[in-house]
C-alpha cells in the first residue's frame, strides 16, 4: 500500500483585514435621515447632475480645446442658439415605446391580463433627449446609434441647434474613470488574466460568487456542498489544498436561496397540485419550509469557521426589492452570525481590503484594495436599452466606471430609494476590482484610463455553472474554479 501523501508544512490561510469606509467608498446602509418616502425622485437627477457636471467640463474642455470654431459651454440646454456651435451637459433620457409606463397601467382594462414586459425595451423608433433642470432636448446624429446609452447617464454633448429645434450632435463627452486612491504604480497589474502555478504560492486570492440557489433542487444543494469542502480544504489532493489555502475571503454575489415557486415538473403538474390543495375559510392552505435557509446557514458556518464570508441579498432573497438592498439579518443564520468573520452586506457595497505581507518569506506587501460588489440588477436592467449585438455585458460594466455611475437607469426603470440629498451610486473612487454577480455566463476585463486600473469580473449561476470566480490581490489576474459533483478542476479563465 503506498503511504498517503503528507504535506511538507502546515497549510495556513493568509489572513485579510477589512478596513473602514471612506467618503469617496460610502456605506450603502440607508440611515434614519433618509428613510424618508415623501420626496420626489427628480431631486436624484438634480443631485447627479450637479455632482458629475465639473468633471464633465474639464473632460470636454481638454477634450475639445482645438476643435475648429471654439465651442463655448451653454449651462442650460434651453439656452442654445441655433446654428452656433457649442457643448451643453445634461442627463440622457431615453424616450422609448416599449418602455413600461404606469399611466397605461392604470387606463388599462384590468379584466384582460396585462401582456408580458418584453425582455428588451430597444427598438428603432427609440428617440434620444438631453434634459437639465430647464428642460429637454431631442438628439439627432449618426454618432448616436454607435454610443452605448441609458437613461440616466450624464453626458456632455457637442454640436448645433437645426433649424427644426433638435441638436445635432457632433461628439460625445463622459466624466471618465474617478481618482483611485488605492492605485499603487508598483503594483504588478496582468493584462492577460491567465496565471502561472509558480505564482499560485506567492499570490493571495479573493473569491466571488453568485447564484447558490438553495433549495432549487438536491443537484444544486450537493454542488453547494462540494464548494464548500473545497474552500474548507476537506477534498482535492496535496495541491489542490494548497491553492485552496490561499483564498483569503469569499463574496456571495446575491441569490443565494431559490427563488418561490416551483422548481420543477410541468405546468399541468403543478395546475393539478394547486387543485388538490385543501382550503381553509377561502384561502389556500400554504406551507413554508425552512429548509434552505437552514441549509444555507449550515453552509454558511461551515464556511466562516475557515474563511472570511461577505453575503449579499439578490433578487431572489428575502430582502426589498429597491436598491441599494439593505443587509440581511444576521440573526437568520443561526450559528454562522456567532462567527466574526461572517459579514452580511448590503447590494451594492464597497469593501476595503488593508496592505498586507504575502510572498514565500512574507516579504512582499500587497496594496490596498477597494472592492466594489453588486448582485447584477443595475447591469441586467441595463441590457433592456441596447440591442444584443454588438453591446456586450462587458461593455456596459466598462462603460459604468466611465460615467462614474453604476445604476444610471435607478430610479427610471430600475427601483431605488427616493433619495433627498444624495446619490449614492454615483461612483466617486474607482474601484480595484468591480464584481457584478447574477450573470448569464463568465466575462473579464482589465479597464484602464491613464492610471486608472479596474478589474471587471461578471460571475454566473454557481448552481447552473459550478464556476468560482478568483481574482488575486497582488496582480489582478483571474482564475475560475469549476466545481461539480463528479469533479474538482480549476483552471485559468
Known amino acids: 500500500m503506498e503511504p498517503l501523501a503528507v504535506p511538507s508544512s502546515a497549510i495556513i ?41 465639473g468633471s464633465i467640463e474639464k473632460e470636454a474642455a481638454k477634450k475639445w480645446k482645438n476643435v475648429q470654431g471654439s465651442p463655448k459651454l451653454v449651462s442650460r440646454v434651453l439656452d442654445v442658439v441655433k446654428g452656433q456651435l457649442c457643448f451643453v451637459i445634461g442627463t440622457v433620457y431615453m424616450d ?16 384582460i391580463p396585462a401582456p408580458p414586459l418584453p425582455e428588451k425595451i430597444h427598438s428603432q423608433d427609440d428617440q434620444v433627449m438631453l434634459e437639465d433642470e430647464s428642460g429637454r432636448i431631442k438628439l439627432i446624429g449618426s454618432i448616436l446609434g454607435d454610443m452605448q446609452l441609458v437613461t440616466g447617464v450624464i453626458v456632455g454633448i457637442l454640436g448645433a441647434e437645426t433649424i427644426s429645434g433638435d441638436f445635432e450632435v457632433a461628439d460625445l463627452c463622459f466624466p471618465g474613470m474617478a481618482p483611485q486612491a488605492d492605485n499603487d504604480d508598483s503594483m504588478d497589474i496582468d493584462d492577460d488574466p491567465q496565471t502561472n502555478s509558480d505564482d499560485d504560492v506567492r499570490n493571495k486570492y479573493v473569491a466571488f460568487i453568485s447564484g447558490l440557489d438553495i433549495g432549487l433542487s438536491p443537484a444544486s444543494e450537493a454542488q453547494t456542498q462540494v ?54 375559510h377561502g384561502n389556500d392552505n400554504v406551507s413554508f419550509s425552512p429548509h434552505p435557509i437552514q441549509n444555507l446557514s449550515a453552509h454558511l458556518s461551515d464556511l466562516s469557521q475557515s474563511v472570511a464570508v461577505h453575503l449579499l441579498p439578490g433578487e431572489s432573497d428575502p430582502s426589498g426589492t429597491i436598491l441599494p438592498q439593505q443587509a440581511l439579518p444576521r440573526a ?47 447591469l441586467n436592467d441595463m441590457c433592456k436599452y441596447v440591442p444584443t449585438a454588438p453591446t456586450t ?16 437607469t435607478a430610479p427610471d426603470t430600475l427601483w431605488c430609494h427616493p433619495f433627498f440629498t444624495i446619490d449614492p451610486f454615483i461612483i466617486t473612487e474607482t474601484p480595484g476590482i468591480y464584481a457584478i454577480g447574477c450573470q448569464p455566463r463568465f466575462a473579464t476585463r482589465l479597464v484602464k484610463d491613464g492610471k486608472h486600473r479596474s478589474r471587471v469580473i461578471l460571475v454566473p449561476s454557481f448552481a447552473q455553472t459550478g464556476i468560482l470566480v478568483l481574482v488575486g490581490l497582488r496582480s489582478l489576474d483571474v482564475r475560475i474554479v469549476r466545481l461539480t459533483q463528479d469533479i474538482l478542476a480549476h483552471a485559468a479563465s
Open 96 to 111: 422609448m415605446p416599449l418602455k413600461p409606463n404606469v399611466l397605461d397601467d392604470i387606463g388599462r382594462d384590468h379584466s
Open 227 to 280: 464548494l464548500v469542502e473545497y474552500l474548507t480544504g476537506a477534498c482535492g489532493d496535496n495541491d489542490g489544498q494548497g491553492f485552496a489555502s490561499q483564498i483569503s475571503r469569499l463574496i456571495i454575489l446575491g441569490n443565494s436561496l431559490a427563488p418561490l415557486g416551483p422548481a420543477g415538473g410541468s405546468a399541468d403538474e403543478e395546475k393539478e397540485k394547486e387543485d388538490k390543495k385543501s382550503r381553509r
Open 332 to 378: 437568520m443564520f443561526g450559528h454562522a452570525s456567532s462567527y466574526a468573520s461572517f459579514s452580511c452586506e448590503t447590494n451594492p457595497t464597497y469593501i476595503r481590503l488593508a496592505p498586507c505581507l504575502q510572498g514565500n518569506d512574507g516579504d512582499e506587501l500587497t496594496p490596498a484594495l477597494t472592492i466594489l460588489a453588486t448582485s447584477g440588477q443595475p
Open 13 to 53: 490561510r493568509p489572513p485579510t483585514s477589512v478596513l473602514p469606509l471612506t467618503d469617496s467608498t460610502p456605506s450603502f446602509t440607508i440611515k434614519s435621515i433618509n428613510k424618508s418616502f415623501k420626496h420626489q425622485y427628480a431631486n436624484i437627477y438634480f443631485i447627479r447632475l450637479r455632482l458629475l457636471r
Open 393 to 408: 455585458r462587458l461593455d456596459l460594466a466598462e462603460a459604468t466606471l466611465k460615467w462614474r455611475h453604476m445604476a444610471p
